[in-house]
């Protein structure tokens, strides 16, 4: 299991520009004019991590398998979309797919590039953005619940209905109460549950600090993450051998590249966790919710491990890393069994047991 994000915004924001660098390709067209994008352009990205690359060499692993991320570049939204302007209805049926959405706004000044609202102003941007969403929630809700006149949905769905419109309807997104909320609402198509985190597209100068623009969108959103990337400088890394790349952004003192900084907040965002399976055969990464019990975290190597488990050994990463392979974590005391009740922690090292 990975995760899938879109990428999201009004046109000319820099969306293809970011996927592009991204995905370290040049498969979504950039260009200045509205709906360049047309067909949402997809890419995978592995989610390098260090841990895997140690255990692989411990290992002495043929494969290394990362897990990975999917970027989605969508269709430039503009106002109106909700009752299908532009590419309204393109952009809405996209948008449902991935679990994370990236708003886009853009905060730097280009006489080049020009701005679908004439003028720059990301806080309005947004709201641009927000309020096609909830226009478009309100419209979900409101069909559902002419199918209750027809008893297809029971009282406390109707209920939770009813409650969501009206913070609708008050021009609020939609927030979730419990799990069960969340797959419901999930599963009838809202857009304004899903996780989202600010991206600020920037000039170079900028990166650091922020500007004006980037003060706009803190200002008008506190509660929200936020992060400056500059889709150009981005491009530019893509492109670039690692140790070309560790040069360039040590002269521009950037710490991370904004690929990295997605993964971090989008993994914190949607509540992930990794685990790792490590042998001569391959060492592999794997994505998990948080707080997920060991027959689940068995099922995303695969379905029949969940009903057919039987026991897990765990090793945290530091220790396999430390004591060198399982079987001396094991002499060491650090290898621990654990039963269909155990919680698995980022990090862990398991060795699934299950009947044949």
């Given at each position: ?11 000319n ?13 040049k498969?979504?067209?950039a ?9 949402p ?36 939204l503009v ?5 299908g ?29 020009t701005?679908?609202n004439?003028s ?42 009813n ?20 797959i419901?609402?999930?599963n ?45 400088i ?20 950037l710490?991370?590249t904004?690929?990295n ?10 509540k ?67 039963g ?9 090292v ?7």
């Amino acid at each position: 299991m990975g995760f899938k994000c879109g990428i999201v915004g009004l046109p000319n924001v820099g969306k293809s520009t970011l996927f592009n660098a991204l995905t370290a390709s040049k498969n979504a067209e950039a260009a200045n004019f509205p709906f360049c994008t047309i067909d949402p352009n997809i890419g995978i990205v592995d989610v390098v991590d260090g841990r895997l690359d140690e255990l692989a060499k411990l290992s002495n692993s043929k494969k290394k398998i990362y897990t990975n991320i999917t970027f989605v570049d969508i269709a430039g939204l503009v106002k109106g979309a909700s009752k299908g302007e532009g590419l309204g209805n393109k952009f809405l049926s996209h948008i449902r797919e991935v679990d994370a959405i990236i708003h886009l706004v853009r905060c730097f000044e280009s006489e080049k590039i020009t701005h679908v609202n004439s003028s720059i102003n990301p806080a309005d941007d947004l709201e641009t953005i927000k309020t096609e969403i909830i226009l478009s929630d309100l419209d979900i809700i409101q069909k559902r619940l002419e199918k209750s006149k027809k008893k297809l949905l029971d009282e406390r769905q109707i209920k939770i209905l009813n409650e969501k419109l009206k913070s609708l309807n008050k021009g609020e997104e939609v927030k979730v109460n419990d799990l069960t909320e969340e797959i419901f609402l999930s599963n009838i198509g809202l857009l304004s549950i899903k996780p989202k985190i600010l991206v600020c597209n920037v000039d170079e100068e900028s990166l650091a600090k922020g500007n004006k623009y980037t003060e706009m969108v803190k200002k008008r959103y506190p509660e929200e993450k936020i992060i400056n990337i500059c889709a150009d400088i981005e491009d530019q890394l893509s492109g670039l051998e690692k140790s070309e790349k560790e040069s360039f952004m040590k002269d521009i003192g950037l710490q991370k590249t904004g690929l990295n900084q997605l993964i971090k907040e989008g993994y914190e965002l949607l509540k992930l966790d990794t685990f790792f399976t490590s042998g001569p055969k391959e060492s592999r990464a794997w994505t998990i919710k948080k707080n997920t019990l060991a027959p689940k975290a068995a099922s995303v190597i695969h379905t029949d491990f969940e009903k057919n488990f039987i026991r897990v050994e765990a090793v945290s990463c530091e220790n396999f890393i430390k004591y060198g392979s399982a079987e001396k974590c094991k002499e060491s005391g650090k290898l621990r069994i654990e039963g269909k009740d155990y919680i698995v922690k980022d990090g862990d090292v398991l060795h699934f047991r299950v009947n044949p």
